[in-house]
């Protein structure tokens, strides 16, 4: 479908489409209330995003003893059961589904602590979301190891730091030797080196992590 026009919300954050629709049954007497809308930019898979995602596939299929193409298809069924998205082939997916695809795979081998051939976060085409898992896992966001909380947020001394109130408040999981590195170079220095950025601790962040909400 063409979109032939667009209201933009008043912060910029929703965007209203108007599409040509006139099967009211579905909506009335079934009572569907969601409904997907992806916006294709007509672009496919690139051949980095590609090599990303055979580079963890095989990690996972070392740390598996499984077959590289067993874990292709049994992680593209996995995806596709959790997401609905329609069957796609890495040869010619749309670069929004290989994002997505790539995201997951990542965020399986943070889950499962399987050990990867380079850094994730290099391989990670969504920093924000990297952070946000490595962090709900404990895991250091540059090497992968166990990970100690750094608030980018001075938290002020004299503050009991069981007392503080968290969310809200921007972190970083770094095992302790990145964290040693953070203190010792500075957040500009170490943020501009690595790529990485705080990330804001919100309701589910702070139960996973046993902080005062
Ligand atoms: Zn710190
Ligand atoms: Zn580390």
């Given at each position: 479908m063409n979109i032939k026009g667009y209201i933009s919300g008043f912060d910029g954050q929703a965007l209203t489409i108007v599409a040509p629709f006139s099967d009211d049954y579905i909506l009335t007497k079934r009572e569907?209330?969601?409904c997907e809308i992806r916006l294709d930019d007509g672009r496919t898979v690139s051949a980095d995003q590609r090599k990303k995602i055979y580079a963890t596939m095989r990690d996972i299929s070392i740390w598996s003893g499984h077959l590289p193409d067993e874990?292709?298809?049994?992680?593209k069924y996995d995806f596709i059961a959790k997401t609905g998205c329609d069957y796609f082939s890495l040869a010619?997916?749309?670069m929004t589904t290989a994002n997505e695809f790539l995201n997951f795979l990542i965020e399986f081998c943070i889950e499962q602590d399987?050990?990867?051939e380079d850094s994730l976060l290099?391989?990670?085409?969504d920093i924000a979301r990297y952070l946000y898992c490595c962090l709900a896992n404990k895991k250091c966001a540059l090497c992968g190891k166990k990970a100690e909380l750094?608030?980018?947020?001075?938290?002020?001394?004299?503050?009991?730091?069981k007392e503080i109130v968290h969310k809200g408040m921007h972190v970083l999981p770094l095992c302790r030797t990145h964290h040693t590195e953070f203190h010792a170079i500075g957040k500009d220095t170490f943020c501009e080196k690595y790529k990485v950025f705080g990330i804001k601790l919100d309701d589910y962040l702070?139960?996973?992590?046993?902080?005062?909400?």
């Open positions: 569907i209330t969601e874990i292709k298809a049994l992680m010619d997916a749309d399987i050990p990867t290099d391989r990670s085409p750094h608030h980018v947020d001075a938290v002020g001394s004299g503050r009991n730091r702070c139960r996973v992590l046993r902080l005062k909400g």
